[in-house]
C-alpha cells in the first residue's frame, strides 16, 4: 500500500516527454504494436537509435493505453539495463523515461518499478556519479548534475508510493552522499530542491533514515539552509520538514529547539509570502 503523507509540503514535478522532435510519438514506431522494434533498437542499436528509442519511450510511456502496453511487454526491465549502458547519452535518456514512468504511472506503476528491481541500479549508478559533481559550471558538470536530478526525482517517487521503496533506499548507503548536497550556494536550485523534497518525503515516520541523518555534520546542513534568510522560503520549507521527527527520534528535534532555529524559521515565515510553486499537498 502507498504511503500516506501528511501535510507534506511537495513542488510540484511534471512529466517531460525529453524526445526530440524527431523521436516523438508520431513517429511510426510509436504504436503499441511496434514494440518489438523499439526493444531490438534499445538493446542492439547503435549509440543514436539506443538513445532515440528511450526517447520515444519516454513520450510515449505518457499515455494511459500505451503505458499498460509497454508495462505489459518488460519495458522497465528495458529501460533498467539501459542504465548500464555504455553511453552516457544513452543512460541519461533511459533515465529520463524511468521518471517519466514514475510520475505518471501513479502508486501501482512506482510499485511495479520497485518490484522489476529498479532500485538497486539507479543506486549503483548514483553512487558513482554523486562523486563526479563540482560547483562549476562546465557542461561536463551541468549534465551530471541533470543527470543526479532526475535519479533523484525517481527515488523521490518511489519512496513516496511504496514502503518497500522507502525501506530499500533507507538501508542502502545512498542517503548520507544525498544530504551533502543541500548546498544552495555551492549547487544548482533544481539539484537542491529536488534531494530537499527526497528527504522531505523519506524521512516522514523514518526512525532509520533520521538515525542516519542526526550527526552532527548532517544537522548542520539542514540548519544552515533554515537559517539562511538569504534562500527563498521554498527550500527554508523544505529543510525544515526534512529533520521532521516522530516518537522514537531520540530528541532528534531539541537539537534545533535548543539552538532556536525552529522558532526563527517559523517567524520568518509569517512576514515573507509563500511562493507560487510551492505546493501543499496532504496524502
Given at each position: 500500500?502507498?504511503?500516506?503523507?501528511?501535510?507534506?509540503?511537495?513542488?510540484?514535478?511534471?512529466?517531460?516527454?525529453?524526445?526530440?522532435?524527431?523521436?516523438r510519438?508520431?513517429?511510426?514506431?510509436?504504436?503499441?504494436?511496434?514494440?518489438?522494434?523499439?526493444?531490438?533498437?534499445?538493446?542492439?542499436?547503435?549509440?543514436?537509435q539506443?538513445e532515440?528509442?528511450c526517447?520515444?519511450?519516454?513520450?510515449?510511456?505518457?499515455?494511459?493505453?500505451?503505458?499498460?502496453?509497454?508495462?505489459?511487454?518488460?519495458?522497465?526491465?528495458?529501460?533498467?539495463?539501459?542504465l548500464?549502458?555504455?553511453?552516457?547519452?544513452?543512460?541519461?535518456?533511459?533515465?529520463?523515461?524511468?521518471?517519466?514512468?514514475?510520475?505518471?504511472?501513479?502508486?501501482?506503476?512506482?510499485?511495479?518499478?520497485?518490484?522489476?528491481?529498479?532500485l538497486?541500479?539507479?543506486?549503483?549508478?548514483?553512487?558513482?556519479?554523486?562523486?563526479?559533481?563540482?560547483?562549476?559550471q562546465?557542461?561536463?558538470?551541468?549534465?551530471?548534475?541533470?543527470?543526479?536530478?532526475?535519479?533523484v526525482?525517481?527515488?523521490?517517487?518511489?519512496?513516496?508510493?511504496?514502503?518497500?521503496a522507502?525501506?530499500?533506499?533507507?538501508?542502502s548507503?545512498?542517503?548520507?552522499?544525498l544530504?551533502?548536497?543541500?548546498?544552495?550556494?555551492?549547487?544548482?536550485?533544481d539539484?537542491?530542491?529536488?534531494?530537499?523534497?527526497?528527504?522531505?518525503?523519506?524521512?516522514?515516520?523514518?526512525?532509520?533514515?533520521?538515525?542516519?541523518?542526526?550527526?552532527?555534520?548532517?544537522?548542520?546542513?539542514?540548519?544552515s539552509?533554515?537559517a539562511?534568510?538569504?534562500?527563498?522560503?521554498?527550500?527554508?520549507?523544505?529543510?525544515?520538514?526534512?529533520?521532521?521527527?516522530?516518537?522514537?527520534?531520540?530528541?532528534?528535534?531539541?537539537?534545533?529547539?535548543?539552538?532556536?532555529?525552529i522558532?526563527?524559521?517559523?517567524?520568518?515565515?509569517?512576514?515573507?509570502?509563500?511562493?507560487?510553486n510551492?505546493?501543499?499537498?496532504?496524502?
Open positions: 500500500m502507498p504511503k500516506e503523507k501528511k501535510n507534506a509540503f511537495k513542488y510540484r514535478q511534471a512529466a517531460d516527454p525529453l524526445a526530440p522532435p524527431h523521436a510519438s508520431n513517429d511510426p514506431l510509436a504504436e503499441p504494436k511496434d514494440i518489438a522494434p523499439i526493444f531490438q533498437e534499445i538493446n542492439n542499436g547503435t549509440d543514436v539506443r532515440n528509442s526517447y520515444i519511450l519516454a513520450t510515449l510511456i505518457l499515455e494511459d493505453s500505451a503505458r499498460e502496453h509497454y508495462l505489459k511487454n518488460g519495458v522497465i526491465k528495458q529501460l533498467t539495463n539501459r548500464a549502458d555504455p553511453s552516457v547519452h544513452v543512460r541519461s535518456a533511459a533515465l529520463g523515461a524511468l521518471r517519466n514512468l514514475s510520475l505518471s504511472g501513479g502508486h501501482q506503476v512506482c510499485q511495479q518499478m520497485v518490484d522489476d528491481d529498479c538497486f541500479p539507479l543506486i549503483s549508478i548514483l553512487l558513482k556519479v554523486l562523486p563526479l559533481i563540482d560547483s562549476t562546465s557542461e561536463t558538470n551541468s549534465e551530471i548534475i541533470n543527470f543526479t536530478v532526475q535519479a526525482s525517481i527515488l523521490w517517487n518511489l519512496s513516496e508510493s511504496s514502503d518497500k522507502t525501506e530499500y533506499i533507507t538501508n548507503n545512498i542517503l548520507v552522499p544530504l551533502q548536497l543541500l548546498s544552495p550556494k555551492k549547487y544548482t536550485r539539484l537542491v530542491r529536488s534531494v530537499a523534497n527526497f528527504f522531505l518525503v523519506i524521512s516522514e515516520d523514518n526512525a532509520n533514515c533520521l538515525k542516519q541523518i542526526k550527526s552532527d555534520e548532517s544537522l548542520r546542513y539542514l540548519e539552509i533554515i539562511d534568510e538569504t534562500l527563498d522560503i521554498e527550500l527554508r520549507v523544505l529543510a525544515s520538514g526534512s529533520r521532521r521527527v516522530n516518537s522514537n527520534s531520540d530528541g532528534f528535534i531539541n537539537q534545533f529547539r535548543e539552538k532556536g532555529s522558532i526563527i524559521f517559523f517567524m520568518g515565515l509569517i512576514s515573507k509570502r509563500m511562493p507560487s510551492l505546493c501543499i499537498h496532504s496524502y
